[in-house]
């Protein structure tokens, strides 16, 4: 028994809900029992199934219905699909899968690789027509996977063709697909071109519409005078926030002749027209940008500038300031040392004092311990061998007043401390000189004292 007919009828009832899936899946169960046993003119019994709704008569099928299917059938034959189970007739069904469809897509030379593949078409809605206006376009030799890529990413014909207008010709999938996927019209592309920004490559463009590179912003900075600039320097730009209004305000401070690279490091260290404006009042009108940049990485305010001036540092130039800044000179500690008694300062001794971490509170600390007269390298030595003002009060509240600061440092170095020196005087008598102590420490008591 042939059942051909069979099934299709079968599959007939299915598509037009006459039984379900699974009651035509019960019938094929039916079919196989019969066709396995070619002698029998009935159904051989079947085993009890679950029970489903009794099937009403199924009307002769149409003509037309009979078409359909055979054309269906012999579509997919064509197309190399020999066998079709329930699913997937209702899979077919669902997604629209018509021969028509199939004889269309194989006459264009799409040839998908099984049912799977052609419902996969269907699904991100691949139709001939797509494929035969990216055809007209030049893009041929497309597999499946290229065809779903550019559906996916909404890269239609008219946008081939219109990217085409602005210049962009030989485009590969990739590109239509980066293009599409960060937004990039051809209008775009357009008025790019208008303001002189020509000759692109893919990756350009892109860079440009991800950084918000407009038209406008194009136009705005060639009008300040700016005009040799490159994909990367507007990029560069447009990242830092340099707008057209900034570097219009820089030209009114006197700032002509700057590059690119110039207006970026004003913008990443933050120099504002303010700023520049405060270095004038001061009189620092012919500043080299390279010097403006300095004092605002090394945050020499205009203010610090003017109160080192009111102190009496009056001819510092840059290097200068950068160096009082990065050791954290201000004039809090310029007054503390003339307030020591330290006068005649020039800006190597403060920076020398300044590395040597000789505070202001180390100043005042040693002045109400005793140390008076004291010259900037005594100063900084005795920083350097950390005698504290604890130690030299220590000495002043024993008696040894005024030592000079070489004598301070040796003692220290030597470990003569009070608590020693006061050791040695209850053990060996009051009238021990510092020196003898001190002598103690190097070379023992019994030389010292000639006792054995």
């Known amino acids: 028994m042939n059942g051909t007919k069979e099934r299709l009828m079968i599959l007939d009832m299915i598509a037009e809900g006459k039984i379900t899936a699974a009651e035509g899946e019960e019938l094929f169960r039916v079919l196989e029992v019969v066709d396995e046993d070619p002698e029998s003119d009935a159904l051989a019994p079947v085993p009890p199934q679950p029970p ?62 099984g049912l799977g593949e ?25 597999d499946l996977d290229e065809l779903i890529e550019l559906s996916l990413h909404d890269v239609s014909a008219k946008y081939v063709s219109e ?32 303001v002189g920004i020509k000759d692109l490559d893919v990756d350009e463009i892109i860079e440009l519409s991800n950084h918000e590179v407009s038209a406008k912003y194009v136009a705005e900075l060639r ?40 207006l970026v490091e004003l913008g990443n260290h933050d120099v504002s027209p303010e700023f520049i404006a405060e270095l004038h009042s001061l009189g620092l009108k012919d500043l080299e940008i390279d010097d403006i940049i300095e004092l605002s990485i090394h945050d020499v305010s205009p203010e610090f500038i003017a109160q080192m001036r009111e102190l009496g540092f009056k001819d510092l130039d840059t290097d200068d300031l950068v160096q009082l800044s ?22 190597d001794d403060v920076v020398e004092l300044g590395i040597h971490n000789v505070s202001p509170r180390y100043l005042t600390e ?53 608590r020693f020196i006061r050791e040695m005087r209850r053990k060996h008598g009051e009238h021990l000189t510092l020196e003898q102590i001190r002598d103690m420490r190097l070379h023992g008591v019994e030389e010292v004292l000639g006792v054995r």
Do not use: C
Not at 183 to 191: G, H, L, N, P, T
Not at 329 to 334: A, G, N, Q, Y
């Open 52 to 113: 489903f709704p009794p099937l009403q008569p199924v009307p002769p099928r149409s003509p037309r219905g009979q078409r359909t299917s055979d054309d269906l059938v012999s579509a997919l034959k064509s197309a190399g699909i020999d066998h079709v189970t329930l699913s997937d007739v209702q899979e077919m069904q669902d997604h629209n899968l018509t021969a028509e469809y199939v004889n269309e897509m194989l006459a264009l030379g799409i040839e998908p690789d």
């Open 118 to 142: 052609w419902i996969n078409l269907r699904v991100h809605e691949i139709t001939p027509r797509y494929v035969r206006e990216l055809r007209d376009m030049g893009i041929n030799d497309l």
């Open 163 to 194: 990217l085409r207008e602005v210049g962009l010709k030989d485009l590969d999938v990739d590109e239509l697909v980066e293009l599409s996927n960060h937004d990039v019209s051809a209008k775009y592309i357009a008025e790019l071109r208008e």
């Open 223 to 262: 009008a300040t005078g700016l005009k040799n600039f490159d994909v990367d320097d507007l990029i560069e730009l447009s990242n830092h926030e340099i707008s057209p209004k900034y570097i219009a305000e820089l030209k009114k401070m006197g700032l002509k002749d700057f590059d690119v690279d110039n």
């Open 326 to 347: 990065n050791h954290d000179i201000d004039p809090e500690f310029v007054k503390a040392l003339r307030d020591f008694g330290i006068k005649d300062l020039d800006i």
């Open 366 to 418: 040693m002045k109400e311990a005793g140390l008076k007269n004291v010259e900037i390298d005594e100063l900084v030595e005795m920083r350097i061998h950390n005698v504290t003002p604890k130690f030299v009060r220590e000495l002043h509240e024993m008696g040894f007043d005024n030592l000079p600061a070489d004598e301070l440092v040796e003692l220290n170095i030597h470990h003569v401390t009070p």
